[in-house]
C-alpha cells in the first residue's frame, strides 16, 4: 500500500506530450485516494535522477507519469535503496512496463488504483552500470528503436512498427558471439539479440513471452537469420509472443550476458541508447520495490 508521500514525476514530453495533458487529472486520481502529493516537472534525464534521489532521501515515494525511459533511470537511483519506493503511470508512447505490471493504460485510471498496490521487490537489468526495467536489445533493434525514436509523434506505439519496417530496407544480419554465466559460448548469425528482464517492448510486442520480473534470469532472445520476407511475416506473432516457437528463435536464461559483435552497435533499452559494444548485460534481482496490483 501507498503509506507516505508521492513526489510525482512528469516528463511533459512523453507521449508526444501526453503526459503534461493527462498530469491535473492524475493528480486529481491520487489526491482524491488521499495521497500527499508534490509534482515535479522533469528537463532531462539527469535532472530527472536529482529529483528522484531527493524525494528517496526525505522518505517520499516516487512516481513517474512518462515513459519506459524515465521509469529505468529513475529504477536506477531507487535500486539498492532498501526504504525505496517506485511507483509507475502511463504517459509515454509504448508503456510497455506498465502493461507487463498489469496496470491500467489509461494514466487517470492507474492513479486511481495506485495508492492500493502492493510493493513487490523487483529485478533490474545492467548495461555495464546503467540500469533498465525492461528488455535491452542490439542488432536489427538498434536500427529499428532509431528510426522510431526519430519518428512523428502521432503514430504513437505504432512508431516501432514503422522503425522496424523502415529499418528492415537496410539492414543485414550480424554475427553475434554471446558468452552465458555458465561460460558457455554461442556464435550465432542474427538479427536480433534481446536480454528480457521484462516480457514486452516496443509498444506491445511480446520479444520474451517467458521472461518474469522476479526470477533473477535475463530471458535471451535470438532472433536468427532469415529472409526478409519471413521477417517480415513473423511480424505479427511477435505481439502475442508466438514468435518462439519459430526455428529461427532461439531462448536461452542466464544471470549474465557478455556480446561480441562483428561489427559496432548501440544498445537499446527502455526505448533509449543505453550502451555499446561489446557489452556486459545482468539481472540484478530484487533491486528496487515496486508498486503492483495485487494479482501482478
Not at 506530450?17 to 485516494?33: D, M, N, W, Y
Not at 530527472?48 to 533511470?73: F, N, P, Q
Not at 511477435?238 to 544471470?255: D, L, S, Y
Amino acid at each position: 500500500m501507498l503509506d507516505r508521500p508521492v513526489v510525482l514525476l512528469v516528463n511533459p514530453a512523453a507521449g508526444g506530450g501526453r503526459a503534461r495533458k493527462a498530469q491535473p487529472a492524475v493528480e486529481a486520481a491520487l489526491r482524491g485516494q488521499g495521497v500527499t502529493l508534490r509534482s515535479e516537472a522533469t528537463r532531462s534525464l539527469d535532472h530527472a535522477r536529482e529529483l528522484a534521489a531527493a524525494a528517496a532521501d526525505a522518505g517520499d515515494a516516487v512516481v513517474t507519469l512518462s515513459g519506459d525511459g524515465l521509469i529505468g533511470c529513475v529504477a536506477g537511483v531507487l535500486r539498492g535503496r532498501p526504504d525505496a519506493v517506485l511507483g509507475v503511470l502511463p504517459g509515454g508512447r509504448g508503456n510497455d512496463f506498465v502493461r507487463v505490471l498489469g496496470l491500467p493504460r489509461d494514466p487517470v485510471e492507474a492513479a486511481a488504483i495506485l495508492p492500493r498496490c502492493e510493493a513487490r521487490r523487483l529485478d533490474v537489468g545492467d548495461v555495464d552500470g546503467a540500469t533498465f526495467i525492461g528488455i535491452a536489445s542490439l542488432g536489427f533493434d538498434s536500427e529499428a528503436n532509431r528510426i522510431a525514436n526519430a519518428s512523428p509523434s502521432f503514430l504513437g506505439p505504432l512508431a516501432y512498427v514503422y522503425g522496424a519496417l523502415r529499418g528492415l530496407a537496410a539492414y543485414r544480419p550480424a554475427t553475434f558471439t554471446l558468452t552465458l554465466d555458465d561460460g558457455e559460448v554461442l556464435e550465432r548469425r542474427a538479427f536480433t539479440v534481446a536480454a528480457a528482464n521484462s516480457k514486452a517492448y516496443g509498444g506491445g510486442m511480446f520479444i520474451a513471452p517467458g521472461a518474469e520480473l522476479d526470477d533473477g534470469l535475463l530471458d535471451v532472445v535470438i532472433v536468427g537469420d532469415m529472409t526478409r520476407r519471413h521477417f517480415v511475416g513473423n511480424l505479427p506473432k511477435v505481439f502475442k509472443g508466438t514468435h518462439v516457437t519459430e526455428p529461427e528463435v532461439e531462448v536461452r536464461r542466464t544471470r549474465t550476458l557478455e556480446i561480441r559483435t562483428d561489427r559496432p552497435f548501440d544498445v537499446y533499452a527502455d526505448g533509449d541508447p543505453i550502451g555499446a559494444t561489446p557489452v556486459t548485460i545482468s539481472c540484478v534481482p530484487q533491486a528496487v520495490p515496486v508498486l503492483c496490483p495485487p494479482a501482478a
